[in-house]
Nanobody, 125 residues
Framework: QVRLVESGGGLVQAAGSLRLSCAAS????????MAWFRQAPGKEIEFVAV????????NYADSVKGRFTISRDNAKNMLYLQMNSLNPEDTAVYRC??????????????????WGPGTQVTVSS
């Protein structure tokens, strides 16, 4: 079992930056594909970014490409999401997730096994 806990969310003005962190416990993350998803009020959960077990490969949603960077520190059992040039459309609860299965850089939430409770990101205009 893997426990994931996000932190780093908050209120930021448009064009600002935030760095989200996800602390994992219960298992070493070095064998887990990890990702970030987000869910805005009244909307379905949305893929944001995914990173391979070693960190050597990443994939991003078109809406965040060039602005967000996903990274990981396996030695610290941590996942990160650096978010720059934020805009109000980025307002959502951001959740980190992980899977030990060999799905590759999966973009569907249904393929992930472990989820954190989320951290709220609010971007004001």
């Amino acid at each position: 079992q893997v426990r994931l806990v996000e932190s780093g969310g908050g209120l930021v003005q448009a064009a600002g930056s935030l760095r989200l962190s996800c602390a994992a416990s219960g298992r070493a993350i070095s064998t887990l594909t990890m990702a970030w998803f987000r869910q805005a009020p009244g909307k379905e959960i949305e893929f944001v970014a995914v990173i391979s077990e070693t960190g050597g490969s990443t994939n991003y949603a078109d809406s965040v490409k060039g602005r967000f960077t996903i990274s990981r520190d396996n030695a610290k059992n941590m996942l990160y999401l650096q978010m720059n040039s934020l805009n109000p459309e980025d307002t959502a609860v951001y959740r980190c997730t992980a899977t030990p299965k060999a799905w590759g850089l999966a973009r569907s939430g249904a393929l992930y096994d472990y989820w954190g409770p989320g951290t709220q990101v609010t971007v004001s205009s």
